[in-house]
């Protein structure tokens, strides 16, 4: 069954510390691949997506994701966590099979 | 000069009532969207239209009916509101299934 996993439901990490947040997919189709992020009391926001071409994505506020077919994975990371960055992180994937959802979610603390 | 509006922000209603809540976009999209979140977090993608035809049912109770008088509107009608309804729903639209999506900032619906 086409699925999309986020494995970690809430993660914690120290203000400028490194972050790496885990998405794998499950899909037949070629994936389009996204991230979005919600802060709380308001909807999602687009990070960065992945089509094609280079599998190292920039996206915003400093965000990165890499593309790994051979894992089907597509790991967001950020080199330095800011207190801003706490909120609720999305993976999503979407077909041209009119197929598309999104991970369950993780949930970033960021420490002072 | 809000891209994706819904209206209303909260909704307080009881169980057994008939309730709309209306989305209008402004980005002269052709695909629009209702996802369902729940307490947890989950993010549900109920249904979809693209230029007005639906593309995307996702196995929801028929009381939820989404109706698309124009591209640039989608609205989600509820009848027999029940205590499982209660959620964050949200409309967000994109060019098409595969382009970024841009979402409103939710409708809380609570059901006493």
């Known amino acids: 069954a086409q699925s999309v996993t986020q494995p970690d439901i809430h993660i914690t990490v120290s203000e400028g510390a490194s972050l790496e947040l885990r998405c794998n997919y499950s899909?037949?189709?070629?994936?389009?691949l996204f991230w979005y992020v919600q802060s709380p009391g308001q909807g999602l926001q687009l990070l960065l997506k992945?089509?094609?071409?280079?599998?190292l994505v920039q996206g915003i506020k400093g965000f990165e994701a890499e593309f790994k077919r051979s894992q089907s994975s597509f790991n967001l990371r950020k080199p330095s966590v800011h207190w801003s960055d706490a909120a609720e992180y999305f993976c999503?994937?979407?077909?041209?099979?009119?197929?598309?959802?999104f991970g369950a979610g993780t949930r970033l603390t960021v420490k002072p | 000069d809000t891209a994706v509006s819904q209206t209303p922000k909260y909704l307080v209603t009881q169980m057994g009532n008939d309730k709309s809540i209306k989305c209008e976009q402004n980005?002269?999209?052709?695909?629009m969207y209702w996802y369902k979140q729940d307490s947890k977090k989950f993010l549900k993608i109920m249904f979809s239209?693209?230029?007005?035809?639906?593309?995307i049912n996702e196995t929801v109770p028929n009381r939820f009916s989404p109706k698309s008088p124009d591209k640039a509107h989608l609205n989600l009608h509820i009848n027999s509101l029940e205590l499982g309804d209660s959620a964050v729903y949200f409309c967000?639209?994109?060019?098409?299934?595969?382009?970024?999506?841009?979402f409103g900032d939710g409708t809380r619906l609570s059901i006493l």
């Open positions: 980005l002269g999209h052709d695909t």
């Open positions: 999503a994937v979407a077909t041209l099979n009119n197929d598309m959802r």
């Open positions: 967000a639209s994109s060019q098409d299934l595969i382009q970024p999506q841009h």
């Open positions: 239209y693209n230029n007005k035809e639906l593309i």
């Open positions: 992945y089509f094609s071409g280079d599998t």
């Open positions: 899909y037949g189709a070629t994936p389009y």
